[in-house]
Structures are given as C-alpha cells and as structure tokens.
C-alpha cells in the first residue's frame, strides 16, 4: 500500500469513529454500517460498505471505547453473517486526530479569503490546522467535494489593484494591541506630508477596503475616531495603558458611513439614465427605496434613491461615463458638471 494510501486509510478510519460518537449520542445508540455510509458520504466521502466493514474490523481492535453487538446466535456465529451494529461508550475519552472534509473544505476557504482578517497571532496557530485541511483534500481527490475551492471564485467588480506592503512586525503589534485594548504609539506617513508624524492611538478595530487594511483609532485625547492605513505606519509600539473606549461605538457602523470616505451623510438621489443601465440597477439596486420610472421618448429613465454622500458614490457615477445624468441634489450635480469639464479640458486637442 502507498503512503498515500495508507494515510487516506487512516484518515476514513478516523471519521467512521468519529460518525459513530456522533450517531450513537448520549444515549449510546447501536449504528448500523448503513448508518455509517450514509453520514460519510453526506460529508463527501464517496465510501463503500464493504470498506467500513473493513475498518471497523480493525478499528475493534484497536479503541476499546468502540463496541460491537454482533447479534450472534448461541453457537457464537454472527446471525446472516453480519454484525448487527456498533457504538462509541467513551464519552469522556472521544477521538481525535482528523477532520471531516466539509471541515477541510472550510478551513481552505476560510485560509484563502479570510486569513488576512485574521490575527496574526491566530493565523500562526492556525497555520498546522490549514496543512491539515490541504492534506485531508489532497488525500481524498476523489470526493467531489475537494473540487469545490477548484469551483469557486470571488472577484472584485472593480480595478484590482496591488495591496501595498506591509510591516509584518508592525502588523503584529497592531493586531496585539487590538486584542489587548492597549494603547499604541505609531510613526505615521500621512499623505502629501513630507515628515512623519507620531500619534498615540486608542485602536477600535480594522476594516479591510479593498487591498488596503485600516485602524479604526481614536488620536492623543481626541474623541472623534479617524481612519490610519496600516501600510502608511513606519513604526508602532504598544503602550502599558490601556485604550480609552468610544461610547456607543458600532465598528460595522462605522465602516459602513466612512469606510467609502465624505460625509456618508444620506442625500435624496436623482438621476436620468439610459435603458441599459436601468437594467442593471433593477438587478443590483442602490437602495431598498430606489424607483425607477418606465422611459420617456428618448429611452432615458429616471431613478431616485437614498444614498450616503461619498467618494464612492462618485466613483460610480464618473464609471457609468455618459449613462447617466445626476440631477439632484443640485449641490452634487454641480460638482460633477465642474469636474466632467475640467476633465474633458485634459483631453481636447494640444
């Protein structure tokens, strides 16, 4: 047998053990190796019975925790030659050692789309539980559950952009001091500012923006909480105090109002827009209270909405180019007529 095939051998074992402890309960039920079967293979593992009887056969031999009643007939045989069933009577002695690829499955999604949200600290310790996971479905390519991170693909609807660099060790200090609630003093690089600044730090948590990761942090004896790019710290220190608290302080809140920057005060959009992109919005709306007026002789329709007041509304409306027209509120509209003009100053003739 190869070594490959002797570890997918382990690993099956360990999971038919532990579909036993979890169908016997607390009760200590008998389970059948029908039972058995259809647990594995609702967890995708594409197993026969022939092999879990197999298993079972030295797994007997092996956790006295693990009973078999073999139904046997007064000369000792087993009644039709099969054993009658099986269950776990170690409840304080469980198994150990293997997961089951649905967790394997989830450990590798969360490893690629998470780990950067993770703490480093938890990611360190996580990183033995990741391998495991990858071995798990390395071990069993032939359940078609290990194809699914193959299967499954998140993309940005937007420029990808090249995270910056980061401080792995300031990173380290950050997500302590997080953790901890202490405060931090950091050397920061604030844009368009040729000298560094030093600022002491209450942290309140991260938002990840895209490629770029930022502390939400109350400054020096500032109640106001601002946001500090990580990539921008050029040193950072934790402090023996510990950090102040915002009353009332929701991070989710938070982000959702200046995580897209600007004032995420709500304005009453309005808006004229072509055919196309109506279509698009009936689909992905701006707003729950977003109507859409049928189109007028042109083709054009009008949409209002109620939307926060920031960079990234702009954003959006200088992507949609000439599908659309702002009309209200009439401060904006301003604002976007006088960029568009200036825009297009750029690229007349020279």
């Known amino acids: 047998m190869s070594d490959q095939k002797s570890q997918a051998t382990v690993q099956r074992r360990l999971q038919v053990l532990e579909s036993i402890r979890k169908l016997s309960g607390r009760s200590e039920r008998w389970v059948t190796v029908s039972d058995i079967t259809s647990d594995l293979k609702g967890n995708g593992y594409p197993v026969k019975a022939h092999s879990i009887r197999r298993d079972l056969k030295a797994l007997l031999e092996t956790y006295q925790q693990l009973e078999c009643n073999d139904n046997s007939a007064p000369d000792g045989e087993a009644k039709n030659g099969l ?42 310790s996580l990183h ?17 559950v290990t194809q699914w991170p193959e299967k499954f693909c998140v993309i940005q609807p937007a420029q990808p952009l090249i995270p910056p660099e980061l401080d792995h060790e300031i990173l380290v200090v950050v997500h302590e001091a997080l953790l901890d609630e202490k405060q931090l003093r950091v050397t920061y690089q604030t844009p368009n500012r040729p000298v560094p600044k030093e600022y002491r730090l209450h942290p309140l948590g991260l938002i990840q923006r895209g490629p770029v990761t ?83 002789d042109l083709g054009l329709r009008e949409i209002t909405a109620a939307v926060s007041d920031t960079w990234q509304l702009r954003w959006w409306i200088f992507g949609q180019c000439d599908r659309i027209e702002v009309l209200e509120p009439e401060a904006l509209r301003l604002e976007i007529a006088a960029l568009i003009s200036k825009c297009n100053q750029q690229y007349l003739p020279k």
């Open 83 to 124: 054993a009658h069933g099986y269950r776990w009577a170690g409840r304080d002695n469980p198994t150990s050692g293997g997961i089951t690829l649905t967790e394997a499955l989830s450990l590798v999604m969360v490893e690629r789309y998470l780990s950067q949200s993770l703490p480093v600290l938890l990611t360190r």
């Open 214 to 296: 930022y502390l939400a942090a109350m400054t020096n004896d500032y109640e106001e909480a601002y946001l500090y790019a990580l990539h921008r710290m050029q040193a950072a220190q934790i402090l023996e105090q510990d950090c102040r608290h915002k009353p009332v302080f929701n991070l989710a809140d938070f982000a959702e109002k200046q995580g897209h920057f600007g004032s995420a005060t709500a304005i009453h959009f309005k808006a004229r827009i072509c055919d196309h992109l109506a279509l698009m919005l009936e689909e992905t709306r701006l707003s729950e209270d977003q109507l859409i007026s049928p189109a007028d």
């Open 128 to 144: 033995d539980i990741f391998n495991k996971a990858h071995l798990t479905l390395e071990l069993h390519k032939k359940s078609q």
